[in-house]
């Protein structure tokens, strides 16, 4: 028998979050008001005077133990998972996966209309029981004393323990997004006859992080001659969005956790910058300045910031191994959510699906519900909630 632990930050470690933010050092950035050099220092300051002064961890700490907390080990990884119970007898076990830089509280906006949907305009056979954890090395699911080595497949194994040993599931169901999706996509692939379905928000193949440049996601090929302007504008947005945390998660990641693990406003401005380019219409857009604290004050309080870095090194060093050699190679029957603010080079929202078809990733996929939506950015549930949850409701209806 399982029991509660609501969450708790102590005291001190808020005190000492006030006492950093208030010795901030503050660097040179004259000419940087349109953040072409990376975070407007205007900006960031007066977020993290906020945080020192306004910001009020304890209720946002209140509206987070709204729901049950439980911390487990499994094979001697420390987990931290929320769950939100389903509201019928026969609602069927769902866990959810997030990646960086999320927390676990970004499935806040849809853990309500998953777990209880009658009570949220839906049908009650869709009701899940809802499992949310805290990736290893994120938030609450720390310290990682034995398993420096964790990446998404090996996270997989521990997720199906939790669900079928720890929880007693016989059979589940699952969804991600980020690196997330890779773990839900692992699950699909290796555990497939135990869970009913999969709804991810991404379609990459499992062997992404596989490869002497997986930090570079052109492979190392140059922008292809004679493209019109604006797939060629597209390619050099995407690469200012994502090549930066790749390169350095994957090649350099410790010698950045030092001073993000020191400063509170060092590390504000590397998750706020993603937070900001990976939203549709910018963090001020997906977030409010409280929403945004309370993710970053997860990551500071939990002195995380360092160890969920380090997944993506793992995910390089420790390479996806195959389960089988079936095709597809996720059997599990899968749902995918593509965004307008993900859309590739060229490609616009009503041709995003067949654009998917005509991949090298389709294959990789039992795809049985495929949806684009003309809006929404990376972080799907937070930023298009509704949408998210109408997606994996089709997903999983008779499947279950």
């Not at 001190?12 to 503050?26: I, N, S």
């Not at 439980?70 to 076990?93: C, I, K, L, N, S």
């Not at 389709?362 to 684009?372: D, F, K, M, S």
Request: hydrophobic share 40%; aromatic share 12%; with cysteine.
């Amino acid at each position: 028998m399982l029991t509660p632990t609501p969450i708790h930050v102590a005291d001190d470690v808020l005190e000492d979050l006030r006492h950093r933010l208030g010795h901030t050092r503050w660097p040179e950035d004259a000419g940087n008001r349109d953040s072409f050099y990376g975070v407007d220092r205007v900006y960031l300051q007066e977020l993290a005077e906020y945080w020192r002064t306004q910001y009020d961890w304890r209720r946002a700490e209140a509206e987070i133990n709204t729901h049950e907390h439980y911390r487990v080990e499994v094979d001697g990884v420390p987990v931290h998972f929320m769950r939100v119970p389903g509201a019928t007898p026969d609602a069927t076990p769902l866990i959810l996966t997030h990646g960086w830089p999320w927390t676990f509280w970004h499935w806040a906006k849809v853990v309500g209309p998953l777990a209880d949907p009658a009570a949220h305009g839906g049908e009650p056979a869709d009701a899940f029981d809802v499992i949310v954890p805290s990736f290893p090395g994120f938030g609450f699911s720390t310290p990682l004393p034995n398993r420096p080595d964790l990446n998404f497949w090996k996270v997989a194994d521990l997720w199906h323990t939790l669900m079928t040993e720890t929880l007693g599931h016989e059979k589940y169901a699952a969804a991600g997004c980020d690196v997330g999706a890779l773990v839900t996509g692992q699950l699909g692939h290796k555990y497939a006859d135990e869970l009913h379905a999969i709804h991810i928000g991404s379609g990459l193949k499992l062997d992404l992080f596989t490869g002497d440049r997986a930090w570079d996601l052109s492979g190392g090929k140059p922008i292809p001659e004679g493209l019109s302007p604006e797939p060629h504008a597209r390619v050099l947005e995407l690469d200012k969005r994502f090549a930066t945390h790749l390169a350095v998660h994957v090649l350099d990641g410790s010698t950045l956790a030092y001073g993000l693990s020191d400063s509170p406003v060092g590390m504000l401005a590397w998750i706020l910058r993603r937070w900001d380019l990976w939203s549709d219409g910018g963090a001020d857009t997906a977030f409010t300045r409280d929403e945004l604290l309370t993710h970053a004050t997860i990551f500071w309080a939990t002195n995380s910031i360092g160890t969920s870095i380090r997944t993506y090194a793992n995910n390089n060093r420790y390479p996806w191994t195959p389960s089988h050699d079936r095709w597809p190679v996720i059997e599990a029957p899968t749902g995918i959510t593509f965004v307008a603010h993900e859309n590739p080079p060229g490609v616009t929202t009503e041709g995003r699906v067949q654009q998917f078809l005509d991949s090298d990733r389709a294959a990789w996929y039992h795809h049985v519900n495929l949806t684009a939506h003309d809006h929404g950015g990376h972080f799907i549930p937070w930023e298009i909630p509704d949408e998210w949850v109408a997606d994996l409701r089709r997903t999983f209806r008779g499947r279950r």
